[in-house]
């Protein structure tokens, strides 16, 4: 169409029988997305949210929270913000869970979050962002993160930007 964006549905069951959410999102060119529009199915009420992006998974694995992107420019860059509310609670508050984000890796149960910004590794718990740990790498910018198998370790590489040197860091709480 004539705003060079289209549409994108992602849904999640709800929390009564045969109920769900549905959350609408534009992709496309990001300058003229609207904003996302989210559906409960239990009552038909479509609820507009104050955001436009949706994190890279707006679901928690057990349906629960809503994860939105604010995506605030910080230093000249665009970054990501990280706010969380329930699903179920139209119209209710949203929490800032992470900002200045860079990448971020759920523990499979959903029970941990760890998220890299800049030279900073930080490990918390989710949804009540507590923190477990958190790292200066250094000069190192790290990205991505990944879990070991047995959830007790965290692993990100990185390096130095201009430079051609590169770490691993393996961290534990």
Excluded: C
């Excluded at 009564?16 to 609207?34: C, R, T, W, Y």
């Amino acid at each position: 169409g004539p705003d060079e964006y289209g549409l994108q549905a992602m849904a999640t069951p709800g929390m009564e029988k045969d109920s769900f959410h549905l959350l609408l999102q534009g992709v496309g060119i990001e300058a003229n997305f609207p904003s996302i529009l989210l559906y409960h199915a239990e009552n038909g009420l479509v609820e507009t949210l104050p955001f436009r992006h949706v994190w890279w998974e707006p679901f928690s694995a057990d349906g629960g929270w809503l994860l939105m992107d604010e995506r605030p420019e910080v230093g000249g860059y665009e970054s990501h913000a990280i706010w969380i509310r329930r699903v179920e609670e139209a119209g209710g508050d949203w929490e800032m869970f992470a900002n200045d984000v860079d990448s971020a890796m759920w523990t499979t149960d959903w029970t941990q979050m760890a998220f890299t910004s800049e030279e900073n590794v930080t490990w918390q718990t989710f949804p009540e962002a507590e923190r477990i740990g958190q790292w200066s790498t250094g000069d190192f910018v790290t990205q991505p993160l990944a879990w070991s198998p047995n959830g007790r370790f965290l692993v990100t590489i990185g390096n130095i930007p201009g430079d051609w040197k590169y770490g691993m860091f393996v961290l534990e709480p």
